[in-house]
């Protein structure tokens, strides 16, 4: 059992930059690919980013590439989503996930989820 959880959300200025963080606790967190998801009201959760376990790879949708960086760091067990100029579009219940398989771009596939942690971007 792998236990996710998220910090670093806050209200914001367009514009402005955040650093989300996710923390796992548990068994073993070798070997996870990582992810990030986000979730705005009324709409389906949305992948934004996943890495492999080594880092070797990082994946991230269209909208967020150029802005939002993903790192991790094994031995702390973390996970980060670092975040600049943002926009109001952003704005989205922000989720980590963690899979033993493959990074991969569906929520269904990742086994343990974080509570999330709340960005608001204002304009």
């Known amino acids: 059992q792998v236990q996710l959880v998220e910090s670093g959300g806050g209200l914001v200025q367009a514009g402005d930059s955040l650093r989300l963080s996710c923390g796992a606790t548990g068994r073993t967190f070798s070997g996870y690919a990582m992810g990030w998801f986000r979730q705005a009201p009324g709409k389906e959760r949305e992948f934004v980013a996943s890495?492999?376990?080594?880092?070797?790879?990082?994946y991230y949708t269209d909208s967020v590439k150029g802005r939002f960086t993903m790192s991790r760091d094994n031995a702390k067990k973390m996970a980060y989503l670092q975040m600049n100029s943002l926009k109001p579009e952003d704005t989205a219940v922000y989720y980590c996930a963690a899979t033993p398989g493959l990074p991969t771009i569906r929520p269904g596939a990742y086994e343990y989820w974080g509570l999330g942690t709340q960005v608001t971007v204002s304009s």
């Open positions: 890495m492999r376990w080594s880092a070797s790879s990082t």
